[in-house]
């Protein structure tokens, strides 16, 4: 009787050894998982990096060279970041219908799945910007006074202080940025397109390129109110101005005319 009651196991037994379980199996899903997640990320990325390749080689290659080294037709792409790919491409702007002063914007080629490709091969290129993710350039909640103050002060002399656009000197021009997606704000600021200067996060934080998008998306859009009346296009006071000179000066001279020809007819009758 003894040594049956001796070989009992104790009530706890089967809890610890159900521990011991969860334990050696939580051990090998910390210590395998994490591997094989990376492993996957890194088979899709390096797939991505291969179809963009691919894809450079047929829309990009004659103009930018074979590996991105660019050419006497592109620059080199070599640095300039997944961002400045999906800013290009996704505006249309790439690929370019033809050289000229400035590369205007056009309806896009290429879809969302092979301009993410496309910038997945050149990033691999050399370190650059990135594409940003929706909670960086969303202006939710962003300070839209701040905004306007930012704009005026960086952007206004070219984009005008409602960012209607402007005139550049030999052919180039600043375009009109009302209609443009935050994103591509965002990495405009980033990456400085063509005749613009670039504003990384070491010259103007992300919360500020927020701002200056909330500041965009309030000024061109139904929640702007023009006091003034007629705002012609918002290219400020030198065309409101002229526009007064023009059709006010018109006006007068033709209520001029118009009553010295009614007193020449009372003088004659």
Same mark, same amino acid.
């Given at each position: 009787?003894?040594?049956?009651?001796?070989?009992?196991?104790?009530?706890?037994?089967?809890?610890?050894?159900?521990?011991?379980?969860?334990?050696?199996?939580?051990?090998?899903?910390?210590?395998?998982?994490?591997?094989?997640?990376?492993?996957?990320?890194?088979?899709?990325?390096?797939?991505?990096?291969?179809? =963009?390749?691919? !894809?450079?080689?047929?829309? /990009? @290659?004659? $103009? +930018?060279?074979?590996? %991105?080294? &660019?050419?006497?037709?592109?620059?080199?792409?070599?640095?300039?970041?997944?961002?400045?790919?999906?800013?290009?491409?996704?505006?249309?702007?790439?690929?370019?219908?033809?050289?000229?002063?400035?590369?205007?914007?056009?309806?896009?080629?290429?879809?969302?799945?092979?301009?993410?490709?496309?910038?997945?091969?050149?990033?691999?290129?050399?370190?650059?910007?990135?594409?940003?993710?929706?909670?960086?350039?969303?202006?939710?909640?962003?300070?839209?006074?701040? =905004?306007?103050? !930012?704009?005026?002060?960086? /952007? @206004?002399? $070219? +984009?005008?202080?409602? %960012?209607? &656009?402007?005139?550049?000197?030999?052919?180039?021009?600043?375009?009109?940025?009302?209609?443009?997606?935050?994103?591509?704000?965002?990495?405009?600021?980033?990456?400085?397109?063509?005749?613009?200067?670039?504003?990384?996060?070491?010259?103007?934080?992300?919360?500020?390129?927020?701002?200056?998008?909330?500041?965009?998306?309030?000024?061109?859009?139904?929640?702007?109110?023009?006091?003034?009346?007629?705002?012609?296009?918002?290219?400020?006071?030198?065309?409101?101005?002229?526009?007064?000179?023009?059709?006010?000066?018109? @006006?007068?001279?033709?209520?001029?005319?118009?009553?010295?020809?009614?007193?020449?007819?009372?003088?004659?009758?």
């Amino acid at each position: 009787m003894k040594k049956l009651s001796a070989r009992r196991r104790h009530p706890l037994a089967a809890l610890v050894v159900l521990l011991f379980a969860l334990a050696v199996t939580g051990g090998l899903y910390a210590a395998f998982s994490p591997s094989e997640a990376k492993a996957d990320d890194s088979s899709a990325q390096s797939l991505a990096i291969e179809e =963009g390749k691919k !894809l450079y080689a047929v829309g /990009c @290659a004659s $103009c +930018h060279g074979t590996g %991105g080294q &660019g050419t006497s037709d592109g620059p080199s792409l070599v640095g300039v970041g997944s961002a400045a790919v999906d800013f290009q491409v996704g505006t249309g702007r790439m690929p370019a219908q033809q050289p000229g002063a400035q590369v205007p914007k056009k309806k896009k080629i290429y879809s969302d799945a092979d301009t993410e490709q496309l910038a997945a091969y050149i990033a691999s290129l050399g370190a650059g910007p990135v594409t940003p993710t929706k909670s960086e350039y969303s202006p939710d909640g962003a300070d839209v006074a701040k =905004g306007g103050e !930012l704009f005026r002060t960086n /952007c @206004a002399q $070219c +984009h005008n202080f409602a %960012g209607k &656009g402007g005139a550049l000197t030999n052919g180039k021009f600043a375009p009109a940025l009302d209609g443009v997606s935050p994103k591509h704000l965002y990495e405009a600021m980033q990456t400085g397109p063509q005749n613009m200067p670039s504003f990384p996060d070491t010259v103007m934080p992300e919360k500020n390129k927020q701002d200056v998008i909330a500041y965009l998306d309030t000024v061109n859009s139904d929640k702007s109110k023009t006091p003034g009346g007629l705002e012609l296009g918002g290219l400020g006071p030198v065309s409101e101005g002229l526009f007064g000179w023009i059709f006010g000066m018109g @006006a007068m001279i033709v209520l001029t005319i118009w009553v010295a020809a009614r007193t020449a007819k009372a003088k004659k009758s």
